[in-house]
């Protein structure tokens, strides 16, 4: 059974609120991210206290409430299905502060930890703050929303963005890693990756292998599957018929995003 990827639990831990996906330090070989996936029925809540970890709550999907004992945001959300490819909404919450998420309907969210130890202000992330972008040309393209880029100093190491791919295209692609601390040429990124797909039936392909080939995994991944990233290169490839959404988190001892492309794949970005 691959190490890297992670099958949906649907862990109820109570009545309404039922963990989806769950990656830590303790479960995982990662050290700077986390992430994990939780539903709620209306109504119902989930709390959490933040000691040394900061986090970013996702609505992914439905309408929810966010609370960090000082302030609350209502309302938050824009889409009943990701496959909307509307931005949607975030709360930036600090190490050191604790937080309650109430669905006002069904509602998915999904929450990026990293270790943290300065406290930052918690921040309103609107869907409307959200920078889009269109990557890539020929069967390389798709669509960016970022949420937490590194050009947001809203968060000490989290960098949240979300990917979509056109289907028969490639996404992460040509390979790229970020797995060494050799700023400004290249950081050291962990990496995790949320998936869903439309139709829900479908699935994607995604290698992930350093240089030495120390790891060397090609994954399947399915609707809800979590694909972790503790090092190497990362390609995404979407069959004909199905269209490819992924959650990207991403964290570590710099919070910046500077990628390697492998040498041998490089050519890729050069044709005319």
Known sequence: ???LLRKPQQKEISEGVTVVQEVNSETSQLEYVGVK???LAPGRSYKENLSNTECCIVALTGKINVSDSEQVFEN????ETVFEKKPTDSV???NDRSFEVTAVTQARVVLCYSPSSLSLPTKLIKAEDNSIENRGKYSNKRLVHNILPDSDPSANSLLVVEVY???GNWSSYPPHKHDQDNL???SFLEETY???MNPRQGFVFQRVYTDDRSIDETMAAENGDVVVVPAGYHPVGVPDGYESYYLNVMAGPSRSWKFHNEPAHEWILNRK
């Open 1 to 3: 059974m691959s190490q």
């Open 37 to 39: 996936v939780v539903d």
């Open 76 to 79: 938050l959300g824009t889409r």
């Open 92 to 94: 930036y919450v600090s």
């Open 165 to 167: 791919t056109e289907s």
């Open 184 to 186: 400004p040429h290249e």
């Open 194 to 196: 949320y998936h869903e």
